[in-house]
């Protein structure tokens, strides 16, 4: 009796495969609305910044990654001339972060080569709600 009561407890609770992507925030099975893939080549100390335009509601999953831990990376914005900064990593080789603007705006994505070599960032961020990828300015 224990082990039904304890499937229907999991099978109540719902969710999607992912825990990294809020069942709140983009439905416990809803698929991306889009899904960006890029390779994007960085000399060493290479800077490049992409635009995300998006709301509250809106979910960005940003996964990157390199052959070493060279990454860093940050999401801001620009609101009134200043620079917010949401959140940030350094030397990752790694990045799986899962982004909900908290109001509509341009968000960058901000990725820099700090290691000691060229590399390679392979880049994959899935779209939920109306948030949209403006590419590499």
Not at 43 to 50: F, L, S, W
Not at 74 to 101: C, L, R, W
Not at 111 to 126: F, S, Y
């Amino acid at each position: 009796m224990r082990t039904v009561i304890l499937l229907l407890a999991l099978a109540a609770c719902g969710g999607g495969d992912d825990p990294n992507v809020p069942a709140d925030a983009a439905g416990p099975d809803v698929a991306p609305r889009q899904i960006v893939m890029e390779n994007l080549p960085l000399a060493i100390n290479d800077i490049q910044e992409a635009i995300l335009v998006g709301g509250k509601g809106d979910v960005a999953r940003i996964r990157m990654s390199a052959a070493s831990a060279a990454i860093d990376w940050n999401i801001h914005s620009h609101p009134n001339g200043e620079t917010i900064v949401v959140d940030e990593a350094f030397k990752q080789m790694t990045v799986d972060y899962v982004f909900m603007p908290k109001q509509q705006a341009d968000w960058y994505l901000l990725v820099r080569n700090k290691g000691l070599t060229d590399i390679t960032v392979q880049l994959q961020i899935e779209l939920y709600g109306n948030i949209t990828w403006s590419g590499w300015q």
